[in-house]
């Protein structure tokens, strides 16, 4: 499988002030989210439909959000219908969610499918 990383360009460093609960749509956090690899998405035809444009056409370019599986926290609710909730959230696991201190916010898991962090 292709790396993020290999798809969207290298990691652009970021001195931006972070914030908790403001979470830049960016490629340094789109390399660090988890949601592609998440349970949740494992059998989503939508989502690897997602990856696999990415991978043909996006190639060093950074991606709309609605054409990244992913990032949910930032970029809201997912536009695949396919994904299964019922499967275990990596997000306590990712880098992002951690920066962010994101298990303090309101909505604590499933950002695909509730929404982004408030």
Avoid at 75 to 80: L, M, T
Avoid at 93 to 112: A, T
Wanted: net charge positive; with cysteine.
């Amino acid at each position: 499988m292709v790396s993020l990383k290999s798809i969207i360009g290298k990691k652009e460093s970021s001195k931006k002030e972070k914030t908790a609960g403001d979470i830049p749509f960016e490629r340094e956090n789109m390399v660090r989210c988890l949601c592609p690899q998440c349970e949740v998405q494992k059998n989503s035809q939508c989502a690897h439909d997602k990856m696999l444009m990415l991978q043909i056409s996006m190639r060093g370019m950074s991606p709309e959000p609605s054409e990244f599986p992913g990032m949910y926290c930032a970029n809201g609710k997912a536009s695949c219908d396919d994904l299964d909730p019922n499967n275990q959230c990596k997000c306590p696991n990712c880098e992002v969610w951690k920066e962010y201190e994101l298990n303090s916010k309101q909505i604590s898991n499933y950002f695909c499918q509730n929404g982004k962090a408030k």
